[in-house]
Structure formats: structure tokens, C-alpha cells
């Protein structure tokens, strides 16, 4: 899609930054590389947030709002002289970007977390849908978490496993299969704030 800024006609392109692995937006004129929106300041847990140069681009707020491209979300990230102000992009235009119009994006990959205490490995992934049934939909429940504890010994016997049930979907509620961790540990260890390491 083309858009208008400071009277040009751009283009957006997207990728990822090579550290941290954040968003990275940028616009494009006349199929050159015309601006960059995003800085990479630190480690960001959303895949759609990043932080934007309104230094270099003093307009870009006021473009990614009236464009419903992005929304402020209120937090400001220093460096040096500068301030970075946090925006989410539209997920439906950066999976675009991206490539991820079948549903793919990586933030939601299923991930394997270790548990020092008690030497377990879970496996932790987004739920398909297909386990849900008629009585699951009529009290609500709409998406699940699902998840299987190994033990840490030969072949990897399985410890426990199960669901969570869910009444928002899976990718609104969590930004990333990571920021559902604390739940899976409640419901199998009673405890949200049992220390773990994700496996990369």
C-alpha cells in the first residue's frame, strides 16, 4: 500500500533486527530505501512493538497513527540525548510484511522450558482448536494452552500434561507463547513464580 509522507509517496517494508530479534519498520521511495521508523533499544517480548525515531522523523507518530498503522503505547525509552516513544504496529499489516498471512509467526512457537528444581522439561504450545467441544464453547471457552511435562531421564517419560482452558484467544491474550509461561506453572507446579530457563 502507498501512503503519503512529508510529501513522498512511500512504501513499508519490515523485517527483524539481527540483535534481539525486534521489529524493524522502514519506508521506502521510489524502490530506495527512504527512512527508517524503528530503533533497536533492547529486547522486546511483542513481535508488533518497536520504538520509533521521532527524532530523525519529527511527523512519523502523526503518519502511523492517521495511516492506523501503529498506536502509541504510552512508554518512552531513553538513549543519550534521545527519547524513543513505544508504538504497536498493526499485526495484520506487518504480517503482511512479513509473509505470516497464513497465521505463521514465530512469537508464538512452540517453546520447551526447563524447571531447575525439579528437572522437568515442558513443552508448551498454542492449542489447534480441535480439542475444544460443544460444552467448551457454551461456558465460553474459546482457545487452550497446551502443554506435556517430561522428566529428565532415559526416553524422557512423560511427567504430566494437560490444558488450559482459555475464554479470549490464544494470540490476544499473550503477545508470545513466553508470556504464558507463568500460567502453565501455576497449573502444574501451584506456584507462577517457580524459576525456569526457556531452551533456545
Same mark, same amino acid.
Given at each position: 500500500? %502507498?501512503?503519503?509522507?512529508?510529501?513522498?509517496?512511500v512504501?513499508?517494508?519490515? *523485517?527483524t533486527y539481527?540483535?534481539?530479534? &525486534?521489529?524493524?519498520?522502514?519506508?521506502? *521511495?521510489?524502490?530506495?530505501?527512504?527512512a527508517?521508523?524503528?530503533?533497536?533499544?533492547?529486547?522486546?517480548?511483542?513481535?508488533?512493538?518497536?520504538?520509533?525515531? =521521532?527524532? !530523525?522523523?519529527?511527523?512519523?507518530?502523526?503518519?502511523?497513527?492517521?495511516?492506523? #498503522?501503529? @498506536?502509541? $503505547?504510552?512508554?518512552?525509552?531513553? *538513549?543519550?540525548?534521545?527519547?524513543?516513544?513505544?508504538?504497536?504496529?498493526?499485526?495484520? #499489516?506487518?504480517?503482511?510484511l512479513?509473509?505470516? %498471512?497464513?497465521?505463521? !509467526?514465530?512469537?508464538?512457537?512452540?517453546?520447551?522450558v526447563?524447571?531447575?528444581? =525439579?528437572?522437568? #522439561?515442558?513443552?508448551?504450545? %498454542?492449542?489447534?482448536? &480441535?480439542n475444544?467441544?460443544?460444552?467448551?464453547?457454551?461456558?465460553?471457552?474459546?482457545?487452550?494452552?497446551?502443554? =506435556?511435562?517430561?522428566?529428565?531421564?532415559? @526416553?524422557?517419560?512423560?511427567?504430566?500434561?494437560?490444558? #488450559?482452558? $482459555?475464554?479470549?484467544?490464544?494470540?490476544?491474550?499473550?503477545?508470545? =507463547?513466553?508470556?504464558?509461561?507463568?500460567?502453565?506453572?501455576?497449573?502444574?507446579?501451584?506456584?507462577?513464580e517457580?524459576?525456569?530457563?526457556?531452551?533456545?
Open positions: 500500500m %502507498e501512503y503519503l509522507f512529508n510529501g513522498e509517496k512504501t513499508l517494508m519490515a *523485517s539481527a540483535s534481539y530479534n &525486534n521489529l524493524y519498520v522502514g519506508l521506502i *521511495s521510489e524502490g530506495e530505501p527512504y527508517d521508523i524503528t530503533v533497536n533499544l533492547k529486547p522486546l517480548t511483542d513481535p508488533y512493538t518497536a520504538f520509533v525515531d =521521532t527524532n !530523525n522523523l519529527p511527523n512519523i507518530g502523526k503518519f502511523l497513527t492517521d495511516n492506523h #498503522i501503529a @498506536e502509541y $503505547l504510552g512508554t518512552i525509552q531513553t *538513549s543519550g540525548y534521545c527519547a524513543y516513544p513505544l508504538y504497536r504496529f498493526n499485526p495484520e #499489516i506487518i504480517n503482511k512479513m509473509g505470516w %498471512e497464513n497465521n505463521f !509467526n514465530p512469537a508464538y512457537n512452540d517453546i520447551y526447563f524447571i531447575p528444581a =525439579t528437572k522437568h #522439561i515442558i513443552k508448551i504450545a %498454542e492449542g489447534t482448536g &480441535n475444544l467441544n460443544n460444552e467448551d464453547y457454551a461456558e465460553g471457552y474459546v482457545d487452550y494452552i497446551d502443554y =506435556t511435562a517430561y522428566q529428565m531421564e532415559d @526416553e524422557f517419560p512423560e511427567y504430566d500434561g494437560g490444558m #488450559i482452558m $482459555l475464554k479470549e484467544e490464544f494470540r490476544i491474550k499473550y503477545k508470545s =507463547t513466553e508470556e504464558c509461561i507463568p500460567d502453565v506453572l501455576e497449573d502444574v507446579y501451584n506456584d507462577r517457580q524459576p525456569f530457563i526457556v531452551l533456545k
